[in-house]
């Protein structure tokens, strides 16, 4: 059964920060990573879509790498806002096109 | 291009009552998936519709159950609501071609509250 684990569960930083979210699976059979994110009481909005083929996926500010053999996976964030602050989600796709979710990291940028 | 809905935005039922929710797929989608996501934690796959046929279910019980029109929307109907079923309930569409993956749009939710 395909676990998927984020670190940390929260993040408070300033204004400004680098700053990275990781992500691990236990099944490295996956067709592909996504990383999401969600506003309070919200629902998900897409960031980036990695294939299990492709090793990293850029969008502005946002980096996102795999490593599909470790089961790991990063979110990079440049030049953090408090725009920023969500809740960000990453998932995997399995078997059956079902996609499993971590429990996600709470992300606070400081003006 | 019309994303996926959901309604209602919120509900509040009472336990023992049944509720069914509403989704509406992105145009050209033919496949729907449910999720349910409780407070703090990352969504729970409940099961997936394609061309009007459940094509894989998670680890909910019987009474949530589903449906997929010929038009690709669908509901969720969940029986003898209980106070754990209290949750972000999220529909997302994809369009499915053959074998493999592909990506997933979700809608913005219908909060539910069991009393």
């Known amino acids: 059964k395909q676990e998927v684990t984020q670190i940390p569960a929260a993040l408070s930083v300033p204004e400004g920060e680098n700053l990275v979210l990781n992500c691990s699976f236990t099944?490295?059979?996956?067709?592909?990573l996504q990383w999401f994110r969600q506003d309070p009481g919200k629902g998900l909005t897409s960031l980036l879509l990695?294939?299990?083929?492709?090793r990293e996926q850029t969008s502005g500010r946002l980096n996102a790498s795999l490593d599909k053999s470790s089961g790991r996976s990063t979110l990079y964030i440049a030049a953090s806002q408090p725009g920023d602050s969500a809740t960000y989600l990453c998932a995997v796709t399995g078997a059956g096109n079902m996609l499993t979710f971590g429990g996600g990291t709470r992300l606070m940028v400081k003006p | 291009e019309t994303g996926v809905t959901q309604s209602p935005t919120h509900l509040i039922k009472t336990r023992g009552q049944q509720v069914t929710l509403r989704c509406s797929s992105q145009s050209g989608h033919n496949t729907v998936s449910w999720y349910q996501q409780a407070l703090g934690q990352g969504p729970q796959f409940i099961f997936q519709?394609?061309?009007?046929?459940?094509?894989g279910r998670g680890n909910f019980p019987p009474r949530f159950s589903g449906l997929q029109f010929p038009n690709y929307s669908s509901e969720l109907n969940v029986n003898a609501l209980e106070l754990d079923d209290s949750a972000l309930y999220l529909c997302?569409?994809?369009?499915?071609?053959?074998?493999?993956?592909?990506?997933?749009?979700f809608g913005p939710g219908t909060r539910l509250t069991v009393l």
């Open positions: 997302a569409s994809s369009l499915t071609r053959g074998a493999g993956a592909s990506e997933q749009f």
């Open positions: 099944d490295s059979a996956i067709y592909n």
């Open positions: 990695i294939q299990s083929s492709q």
């Open positions: 519709y394609y061309r009007e046929e459940e094509n």
